[in-house]
């Protein structure tokens, strides 16, 4: 490795608090941090090799890696870094082609479940009595089957749904994340911080520490 003695700099590093990146290939600092420093040396450490993955689905690089990392090439330099103080980084690997048959009847199945979740709630509020007796409250007659309620209300349950995912296909009516996007994210945000800490217990048991790895 080659050693650069320059005089005093400050690097000013950003980790990113997450990323992917494609398997086997060697981490760069450039890769998973923002680096601000002389434009003569910026170039250098975004090609510093950070770590190099093995068969691992997910890593945690710590800054203390990088720190070790960029002081091995610049002695003198003095680091100053904002956020995560980790870098959460999931390797891709090739996916399958998608199994058309597995996902129509994946779909049948979620149709036909929700569609029953909804007919069962309608049983049980009594939704078609209610509809019978708001037909007779506003028209004065009385109907069995209301159909100029009921279709306005089928049509516009589905509708209701579409705008409340905020979602049709691929099409999406408004920047606002949907609810599921929110719970996808929570999940996401939770999952990446339960393996953060188990790598990080993984790292203290490694070394001997006694700490129980939590996270601050």
Do not use: C
């Amino acid at each position: 490795m080659v050693v650069i003695s320059i005089d005093q700099q400050i690097i000013y590093l950003r980790l990113r608090k997450s990323i992917r990146l494609d398997k086997g290939k060697p981490i760069h600092l450039g890769q998973i941090a923002q680096i601000i420093i002389d434009p003569k040396w910026e170039n250098t450490l975004k090609q510093l090799i950070i770590v190099q993955p093995k068969d691992e689905r997910h890593l945690v690089i710590d800054l203390m890696m990088i720190i070790r990392k960029v002081t091995e090439v610049l002695p003198e330099v003095t680091i100053e870094y904002f956020g995560e103080p980790h870098v959460f980084v999931e390797f891709e690997e090739n996916k399958p082609s998608p199994n058309f048959v597995l996902i129509a009847l994946v779909w049948l199945l979620l149709f036909v479940g929700s569609g029953l979740a909804i007919m069962n709630f309608h049983a049980d509020v009594s939704m078609e009595e209610v509809h019978q007796k708001i037909y007779t409250f506003v028209t004065g007659k009385e109907k069995e089957s209301p159909l100029l309620l009921q279709i306005p209300y089928s049509l516009g349950l589905g509708i209701g749904m579409i705008l409340f995912f905020n979602r049709l296909f691929k099409k999406k009516f408004s920047e606002e994340p949907s609810p599921l996007e929110l719970e996808m994210y929570l999940y996401k945000e939770n999952m990446n911080q339960f393996l953060i800490t188990k790598q990080f217990q993984k790292n203290d048991k490694r070394s001997g520490s006694d700490d129980d790895g939590t996270i601050p």
